[in-house]
């Protein structure tokens, strides 16, 4: 039972480093398509807030479609695929 536990702690570090990669891309592109480098003050504003969440949004809606596609096409990892750098030129 020991080897079980082992890979499923695998499996869960494999997971939270595509979590993390994801969420830094969103962090990296949505930063630098929303927020004006030449920060004026210290809360987002309505306009930066607005271009946040549509990005994110944007960002997710493109992950999933590629996913999907991934998957109709019979593609072995359909996850990985839907987390490439490529398709997401936001």
Wanted: glycine residues 16%.
């Amino acid at each position: 039972m020991g080897g079980g536990s082992s890979q499923n702690i695998e499996v869960a570090v494999a997971e939270l480093d595509m979590i993390t990669d994801v969420f830094n891309r969103i962090v990296s592109s949505c930063h630098s398509k929303c927020i004006n480098p030449r920060y004026s003050e210290p809360d987002l504003n309505k306009g930066e807030s607005v271009c946040v969440d549509r990005c994110v949004a944007k960002f997710f809606e493109v992950n999933k479609k590629v996913g999907e596609r991934m998957q109709s096409m019979g593609g072995a990892s359909a996850g990985a695929g839907g987390g490439g750098g490529s398709p997401f030129g936001i």
